[in-house]
């Protein structure tokens, strides 16, 4: 089967931004892929088995085949979709909908937080879980991406909303809200273009300052990373600043182990954007990703940035001029 952009030459005529905006939800359904062969594995483990971890092999405790994902990928999806059909909003009845058909199609992955807010819906119809100060999970993080590109040329406030809404289906604390939040930001500068000093100087430092547990060490690089969202984003930050291609990123971060699935589909969906697209990411991945994913992945990314485009013009055309 033929690569869904080689069937119609769309992706030749893509633009840079629908280049990039298709790189990163590629890029998280292969770090994905990637992260979900060593998950729950400590370095000293994967080292002994696979010496560095590069490959699109599958396995892991979930028994995966080649280029399969997990919760992190169709999450973000099923997210995705229910943007989609309320033509660009992010409608909390929509999203925990969506959720709950994806709860109930029987994922090979969810997390107990997840779960937990997806129950609450189904049994009261409530869309937002009570906040948690200590609940500061990676799950609302993972799935992010369709926020950010829907968000993309918006003003940060809408973001912020929008973001909040999508998480709190199943995640409320200040710390997934802060994170899940900058994560979003650095895809939007990557969009756009921007260098790694423009995404370190701007919502990295500023996460740190109003919440300096994020702050990362590239002495002490983290290892077997946990499903907290502070020690995920350490992680995808020290993998992400410190290397220089979308491989090499990959490769450091899904090789610290632990909760590898979600750091590689959250550096993955960065790296896509930053290094400007597909080509950025290796075609020995690339090829062996579920095809029917990476069309899902491609055709939604399309879908959402020419939406966020045309939204973003209609404000500005309906904005009068100063």
């Known amino acids: 089967m ?9 992706w030749v005529r893509a633009d840079n931004l629908e280049r990039r905006a298709i790189g990163a939800y590629l890029g998280l359904a292969v770090g994905d892929a990637l992260g979900a062969t060593v998950e729950f594995m400590v370095p000293e483990e994967i080292v002994a088995k696979y010496k560095v971890h590069d490959s699109m092999c599958g396995g892991g405790w979930l028994y995966l085949k080649p280029g399969d994902v ?3 990928t169709t999450m973000a999806l099923a997210l995705g979709e229910a943007i989609l059909a ?16 994806w709860m109930r199609a029987k994922p090979v992955d969810i997390g107990d937080t997840v779960r937990r807010g ?17 609940g500061g999970g990676n799950g609302a993080c993972m799935r992010t991406l369709p926020v950010a590109l829907i968000t993309y040329g918006r003003a940060d406030g809408d973001m912020v909303r929008a ?7 199943t995640h409320h604390s200040d710390q997934s809200d802060a994170g899940t939040e900058c994560i979003n930001r650095m895809i939007h500068l990557c969009l756009d273009g921007a ?10 430092s500023n996460l740190i300052t109003t919440h300096p547990e994020f702050r990362f060490h590239r002495k002490k690089p983290m290892k077997n990373p946990s499903a907290y969202i502070v020690d995920t984003l350490r992680t995808v930050f020290e993998s992400f600043f410190d290397t220089s291609t979308f491989e090499d990123c990959l490769v450091d971060v899904i090789n610290r182990g632990g909760d590898a699935d979600t750091t590689g589909a959250i550096a993955g969906s960065i790296a896509g954007a930053y290094y400007g697209g597909p080509e950025a990411i290796p075609k020995k991945w690339l090829g ?24 973003t013009h209609q404000i500005r055309k309906e904005t009068p001029e100063s």
Not at 92 to 97: C, F, G
Not at 118 to 134: C, L, S
């Open 2 to 10: 033929m690569w869904p952009w080689r069937q119609n030459q769309e």
């Open 70 to 72: 997990t919760d992190d």
């Open 86 to 101: 309320e033509k660009g909003l992010i409608v909390a009845q929509t999203v925990a909908q969506n959720f709950d058909a």
């Open 118 to 134: 997806i129950v609450q819906f189904r049994h009261k119809g409530i869309t937002e879980m009570p906040y948690d100060a200590w």
């Open 163 to 169: 973001s909040r809404i999508q998480a709190h289906v």
């Open 195 to 204: 260098d790694k000093n423009d995404l370190l100087n701007n919502p990295v």
């Open 288 to 311: 062996k990703l579920n095809r029917a994913i990476a069309a899902q992945c491609i055709q939604q990314a399309r879908d959402l940035i020419r939406l966020a485009e045309k939204d």
